[in-house]
């Protein structure tokens, strides 16, 4: 029976492996997302089926399993009611269960009724576990609330301070202990340690600002495969290990391509720092050139090539479907259409994905930044929906900028540029852009989806 265990959890392990590889083609991801799933069912499958064979305890079953069902209920609700533009904080949310589960499993083996692992090693790893679950956990809940606009930016010295002490501490406290300068019992170090770790969980997002915030999501993913990957070498579990070291890895990786789609280092935005403005003017002192619904689809009905990048304001307006539709009016008139999708586009990496996937928009016509960079010329109109920061050119051509040395999409260089934009605010940056001052830009101001609309409707009567 072990043996049938133990094949089982290499062939969930091998699943994740392959959902992991199918991800990484976006006509292939929906495939991959199965695979994993289906190894996630195989893995939980044979834990039960442990049961019978005496190694797991059946009152444990039982609460795992009334534990699976209220997880579905709740899942379930979540997911039938969340709306695309709640989906970065409904990951988050996510994110903080998978923390907090590294935190009570750590504790729960700490705690003096249960027997302590009595070996170094094991407690070392038991403590690594618990304090990356522990921030993980906190910092998640935090980073769900800030994108949420419940929670905002706090950049004071004393948050930072205290932040850097706690972090200190955490790694000081735990030599101290093994030395036998602490003079308390394993238990009430290990919680003391967990409540260290949530206080620093709380101070470790709230500096960084909302644009930083795809960045943190995938950072705080990564630390809770960290802290699952410490668990399952506590318990020896090999489907732990394996995947917590690959949601490890992998938000590792995407973190730093984030960083670089930026051009920010990983220590900046974890600092919360982002560069000061010199000689930005204001909103009103820009001049800008504004564009009506008519003279937008009479532009559209003459382009033979469009290309559409969209922002965070096409999940706000809910406007995916009709940009979709449009797509498929502007294709009938043999007019090309194509989606330029800037790596931190959106709330969490993916997001622009994700939202066009839901309208049907077929993956083929999605061009990553610098592929579309280098056809933008050949654009005949260039929509910008809700987005403002990843086409600004002062990225490019001014030093004085804060978002100076960010790479962005390069609309400016098509022949014409329509914006459509809610208001005159500024971006998620906080950040004028000089695209709407350029001659070639227009703005066409209104919620994207009504606009939108409205455009599909004049272009059926061109």
Known sequence: MHVIIEV?????????????????????????????????????????????????PYINLVIMLVAIVIGTVVGKRFSDKVEMTGMPQLVSLFNATGGGCAMLLGMIEANPNHPSPAILTMQILLIAGLITGAIAFTGSIIAERKLAGKVKDYRTIGVVLTARILLALMILLPVLYFVGVIPVSFAVFVYFLAFLAMVYGVLFVLPIGGADMPVVISLLNSITGIATAFTGLVYGNKVMIAGGIFVGAAGIFLTLLMCKAMNRSLMKVLAGKFKKSTGIVSDEEQEIKEISVAETALSLSFAQKVAVVPGYGLAVAQAQHVCAQLQQILEKRNCEVDYIIHPVAGRMPGHMNVLLAEANVDYSRLKEMDEGNEVMSQYDVVLVIGANDVVNPAAENNPDSPVYGMPIIRAHEAKQVVVMKRGRSKGYAGVENDLFEMDNCSILFGDAKVSLQEIVNQLKLI
């Open 8 to 56: 089982g959890y290499l062939l969930a392990t091998i699943s994740f492996i392959l959902g992991l590889k199918f991800m990484s083609s976006p006509k292939k991801a929906k495939t991959g997302n199965l695979i994993a799933a289906i190894g996630m069912i195989l893995a939980v499958v044979l834990t039960f089926f442990a049961g019978y064979t005496g190694t797991v």
